[in-house]
């Protein structure tokens, strides 16, 4: 018996995806919710299991394709000899993965997490291994300090499966892009991560010449992830290729979700955007003396969300929705904080649920947790959706201010600026400080000038005396 498989419905009111690439060939035997192929929406990169255990009789869709949700995908053949073959196949490599012998590879052993709601079969949950979080390396790159991208157990059970027929390569979406802008050939690339797994800097290394070994990081613009000095120089080792006089790019994925979600923002909220240019000094001091006691990566970054939680609590509105279909203002109890990450992908603002409710450590963990997860392409749908207040970080890529567009339901995002070393009245005197300056951009409907103000200034206050807080709390 021959079963067809279709695009499923991924939820969040998305009506079609782009098929990455097959982790199956034709004639291959899968296992039940074994990860047959990757999609991308305009929200995520996910991988859809296999609702059946069979042999693939046919792939209806190529590469690279946009499909419709309840488009063929994939057909199946469900003869009881294959099945049972397959179903063995799984029993297998689950029992050889426990034994004490050498482990056999990720993909024997399908993750119990991959299942999408909405179709397959119910997964039993336990002894569902917890989430580990990132190493001390991975939230060091999050920090920006130009370190080859680090990969995380979660990642490499999701990248480091076994090959099949179709797939001669482990590696990353965002390194497969990587390779095909600089036209490198992955298939002739030899991997240096786990389990041969080829890396940015491997990629890199193809380019240039000069090796396998060249440094290079994904650059994420939240205040989360920047760009080092040994990630500046693996860029400057790439040769200059002669480019075409006109290149033209289709407008799909998180490029059309993102345009489409700013132009309804510009449109349909009166933008007003304040400015607060302050001495951060305190705060940089604070910040070195956190990292040398607690031996936590905690950043500017940190500290800005922790104010403006604080200050959120103060200053209600600007922690609200403007509701047009009940024409009510919806106001939260509690803080969804989104933060704006550029990913090879195009910007994504996902959220930290809660961070009201987190301790700094805990802050500090949540935004290098969310970067490393926006960098390797694996944020979910889910946490874009549902944010109360932004921040965007334009100070790692050297910008001083800006006027950020509000992301669409949310009151006020925040812009941090560049911290630079500038002349500045300091009691009394002219001294060198470390200063920054902030920008609030905020829904005029919801916010009135003085609540901004008073948010702002808030902020402000932290950063530049944080023993300011103990009259804030």
Same mark, same amino acid.
């Given at each position: 018996?021959?079963?067809?498989?279709?695009?499923?419905?991924?939820?969040?009111? &998305?009506?079609?995806?782009?098929?990455?690439?097959?982790?199956?060939?034709?004639?291959?035997?899968?296992? &039940?919710?074994?990860?047959?192929a990757?999609?991308?929406?305009?929200?995520?990169?996910?991988?859809?299991p296999?609702?059946?255990? #069979?042999?693939v009789?046919?792939?209806?869709?190529?590469p #690279?394709?946009?499909?419709?949700?309840g488009?063929?995908?994939?057909?199946?053949?469900?003869?009881?000899?294959?099945?049972?073959?397959?179903?063995?196949?799984?029993?297998?490599?689950?029992?050889?993965?426990?034994?004490?012998?050498?482990?056999?590879?990720?993909?024997?052993?399908?993750?119990?997490?991959?299942?999408?709601?909405g179709?397959?079969?119910?997964?039993?949950?336990?002894?569902?291994?917890?989430?580990?979080?990132?190493?001390?390396?991975?939230?060091?790159v999050a920090?920006g300090?130009?370190?080859?991208?680090?990969?995380?157990?979660?990642?490499?059970?999701?990248?480091?499966?076994a090959?099949?027929?179709?797939?001669?390569?482990?590696?990353?979406?965002?390194?497969?892009?990587?390779?095909?802008?600089?036209?490198?050939?992955?298939?002739?690339?030899?991997?240096?991560?786990d389990?041969?797994?080829?890396?940015?800097?491997?990629?890199?290394?193809?380019?240039?010449?000069?090796?396998?070994?060249?440094?290079?990081?994904?650059?994420?613009?939240?205040?989360?992830?920047?760009?080092?000095?040994?990630?500046?120089?693996?860029?400057?080792?790439?040769?200059?290729?002669?480019?075409?006089?006109?290149?033209?790019?289709?407008?799909k994925?998180?490029r059309?979700?993102?345009?489409?979600?700013?132009?309804?923002?510009?449109?349909?909220?009166?933008?007003?955007?304040?400015?607060?240019?302050?001495?951060?000094?305190?705060?940089?001091?604070?910040?070195?003396?956190?990292?040398e006691?607690t031996?936590?990566?905690?950043?500017?970054?940190?500290?800005v969300?922790?104010?403006?939680?604080?200050?959120?609590?103060?200053?209600?509105?600007l922690?609200?929705?403007?509701?047009?279909a009940?024409?009510?203002?919806?106001?939260?109890?509690?803080?969804?904080?989104?933060?704006?990450?550029?990913?090879?992908?195009?910007?994504?603002?996902?959220?930290?649920?809660?961070?009201?409710? &987190?301790?700094?450590?805990e802050?500090?963990?949540?935004?290098?947790?969310?970067?490393?997860?926006?960098r390797?392409?694996?944020?979910?749908?889910?946490?874009?959706?549902?944010?109360?207040?932004?921040?965007?970080?334009?100070?790692?890529?050297?910008?001083?201010?800006?006027?950020?567009?509000?992301?669409?339901?949310?009151?006020?995002?925040?812009?941090?600026?560049?911290?630079?070393?500038?002349?500045?009245?300091?009691?009394?005197?002219?001294?060198?400080?470390?200063?920054?300056?902030?920008?609030?951009?905020?829904?005029?409907?919801?916010?009135?000038?003085?609540?901004?103000?008073?948010?702002?200034?808030?902020?402000?206050?932290?950063?530049?005396n944080?023993?300011?807080?103990?009259?804030?709390?």
């Open positions: 018996m021959t079963r067809d498989f279709a695009m499923p419905d991924l939820g969040e009111g &998305l009506t079609e995806s782009e098929l990455v690439a097959w982790h199956v060939a034709v004639g291959e035997l899968v296992a &039940l919710n074994q990860p047959i990757e999609v991308e929406t305009a929200k995520a990169i996910v991988q859809l296999s609702p059946f255990a #069979g042999v009789s046919q792939l209806y869709v190529e #690279g394709t946009t499909v419709a949700v488009t063929r995908l994939v057909a199946f053949d469900l003869d009881e000899p294959a099945a049972a073959a397959a179903s063995g196949s799984a029993a297998s490599a689950a029992s050889a993965a426990s034994a004490p012998a050498p482990a056999a590879p990720a993909a024997a052993k399908p993750e119990r997490n991959a299942v999408l709601v179709y397959g079969p119910p997964v039993d949950s336990g002894n569902r291994p917890k989430r580990k979080k990132p190493s001390r390396a991975a939230a060091s920090a300090l130009g370190a080859a991208p680090v990969v995380t157990d979660a990642v490499a059970a999701k990248h480091l499966e090959p099949v027929s179709g797939e001669a390569v482990r590696t990353t979406p965002p390194v497969r892009k990587l390779a095909a802008d600089l036209g490198v050939d992955l298939a002739g690339v030899t991997g240096t991560g389990s041969g797994m080829i890396t940015r800097a491997d990629v890199l290394g193809a380019t240039s010449g000069a090796g396998s070994g060249a440094a290079g990081s994904d650059a994420v613009g939240s205040g989360a992830v920047g760009s080092g000095p040994a990630q500046s120089e693996a860029r400057v080792s790439v040769p200059m290729a002669p480019r075409a006089r006109e290149t033209r790019t289709p407008i994925g998180v059309k979700a993102t345009a489409e979600a700013m132009v309804r923002s510009a449109f349909s909220a009166p933008h007003v955007t304040e400015f607060l240019t302050i001495d951060v000094t305190p705060t940089s001091e604070l910040v070195a003396q956190l990292r006691k031996g936590q990566r905690v950043t500017m970054l940190s500290i969300s922790k104010a403006l939680c604080i200050a959120v609590g103060r200053n209600p509105s922690n609200s929705r403007w509701d047009e009940a024409q009510e203002i919806v106001e939260f109890g509690h803080v969804n904080l989104g933060i704006a990450v550029a990913t090879p992908r195009g910007l994504l603002v996902p959220n930290i649920q809660d961070a009201d409710a &987190l301790s700094l450590a802050l500090t963990s949540a935004l290098a947790d969310l970067a490393t997860t926006a390797d392409g694996l944020t979910t749908p889910g946490s874009l959706t549902g944010g109360t207040i932004s921040i965007t970080n334009v100070g790692v890529f050297g910008i001083d201010a800006g006027t950020p567009i509000l992301n669409p339901g949310e009151a006020a995002i925040l812009a941090m600026g560049a911290v630079r070393r500038t002349p500045w009245e300091f009691r009394g005197e002219i001294a060198l400080r470390d200063v920054m300056t902030l920008s609030l951009s905020f829904d005029h409907r919801l916010v009135d000038g003085e609540q901004g103000s008073r948010f702002l200034t808030d902020i402000g206050a932290i950063l530049s944080p023993g300011m807080v103990l009259t804030m709390v």
